[in-house]
Every structure is written in structure tokens, then in C-alpha cells.
T-cell receptor, first 116, second 109 residues
């Protein structure tokens, strides 16, 4: 099956710093990439959807100036959490889809962010 | 609004069978996914149903009834490694995945 990687797997940072998370599709071209956030014992919450070469579409309540998404190529999308605060501590998961909208999303392994 | 309901938690015994139900009310329907998620890990794909009926894949089967807005995931011959959360997700008319809150399955020896 298709493989999606994320880097880093976990990160601890100080409040006020920015953190960049990379999501890569290793063996397919990801037309669309999705960024999710998951708090403990809760379901996945979609943050934004990005198509290669265009601006990301953010879900309601997600600050686009705080969570910067760049989908510069068909194999790479990045999420930058700017001026992170303790409430941003969460599990961030990306997924990627090739081609049609009904195709399966392949998930990356996730990035656990802890902001001190 | 869009809504997906599944039980919060279920407990079953190793070697037994368990059925996890999912009901949905969404704006349009383009298929239903089941994912497995172990604690601290990302979800992994289990099944996709877009037509009514039962899809069998090894120990796991998934059923869909579009008229009832209902699906279930059936796990047979339960193993301890099946302890995980099981997420139901529906692809709506905009091809956006709407996620359920997940069912935590606890397997006891």
C-alpha cells in the first residue's frame, strides 16, 4: 500500500516558538493532503485540506495565520505551528490522497507536539 | 447537521466475535470507511463500503445499509492485538470525510 511519512515523530518546544511538521507521500503523488489534530481520547479533527500548488482550505475555527500549510509539491506538505502555546499540544496527523475524491486517504504516523 | 454515532467503548473476550455499530446522518453519501487506531498511532484503513451489503476481509467484515444510514464492523476470532479504537467515517457529498468519535474496544483474555 501507499506510504506516508511524517517528521518529526515527536517534538517538545518552548511556548512562543514555531514548529514545522513535514508530511511526505513516498510512493505516490498526493493530489490532496489533509491535516488533522487529535486530542487525547477524542476523534480526529480536520484542520485543513490542501491541494498541490494552491492555498489550503481551513476548517471553521482553525486560525490560518497560526497554522501555516504549504503544499508545494505532489509529495510534500508542511504544517507550521507558529508561536506555539501549551494548548496547541496535541497529536498532529497528516493524510494524503491520490487522484479522485473517493479514493482512500493514507495516513502518516503522526507527530506528537508538546509545548511547555 | 452532520452526525456519526458509534458506541464509546466495548469489551469482548479473546476468541469471541464483536460487532461495532455506526449510524450516520450526513449531507450526501459517497462511501463509508472503517479505520483502526492503536493508542498513540495514526489510523490504518480497514474497509470501504459504498454499496449495500457485507464485505468480508479475513477476520474483519463490514456491512452497509444506505437506506438505514447504518454500518457495522464485525471482528471474529478476537485477538489481544485487536484492542484499539475503531473509527467510522463517511464521505459526504463534498467528498469530505466526516469522522465518528471512535469506539474503544477492550479485549480480555
Amino acid at each position: 500500500g501507499a506510504v506516508v511519512s511524517q517528521h518529526p515523530s515527536w517534538v517538545i518546544c518552548k511556548s512562543g516558538t514555531s514548529v514545522k511538521i513535514e508530511c511526505r507521500s513516498l510512493d505516490f503523488q498526493a493530489t490532496t493532503m489533509f491535516w488533522y489534530r487529535q486530542f487525547p481520547k477524542q476523534s480526529l479533527m480536520l484542520m485543513a485540506t490542501s491541494n498541490e500548488g494552491s492555498k489550503a482550505t481551513y476548517e471553521q475555527g482553525v486560525e490560518k495565520d497560526k497554522f501555516l500549510i504549504n503544499h508545494a509539491s505532489l509529495t510534500l506538505s508542511t504544517l507550521t505551528v507558529t508561536s506555539a502555546h501549551p494548548e496547541d499540544s496535541s497529536f498532529y496527523i497528516c493524510s494524503a490522497r491520490e487522484g479522485e475524491s473517493y479514493n482512500e486517504q493514507f495516513f502518516g504516523p503522526g507527530t506528537r507536539l508538546t509545548v511547555l | 447537521g452532520q452526525n456519526i454515532d458509534q458506541p464509546t467503548e466495548m469489551t469482548a473476550t479473546e476468541g469471541a466475535i464483536v460487532q461495532i455499530n455506526c449510524t450516520y446522518q450526513t449531507s450526501g453519501f459517497n462511501g463509508l470507511f472503517w479505520y483502526q487506531q492503536h493508542a498513540g498511532e495514526a489510523p490504518t484503513f480497514l474497509s470501504y463500503n459504498v454499496l449495500d451489503g457485507l464485505e468480508e476481509k479475513g477476520r474483519f467484515s463490514s456491512f452497509l445499509s444506505r437506506s438505514k444510514g447504518y454500518s457495522y464492523l464485525l471482528l471474529k476470532e478476537l485477538q489481544m492485538k485487536d484492542s484499539a479504537s475503531y473509527l467510522c467515517a463517511v464521505l459526504d457529498s463534498n467528498y469530505q470525510l466526516i469522522w465518528g468519535a471512535g469506539t474503544k474496544l477492550i479485549i480480555k483474555p
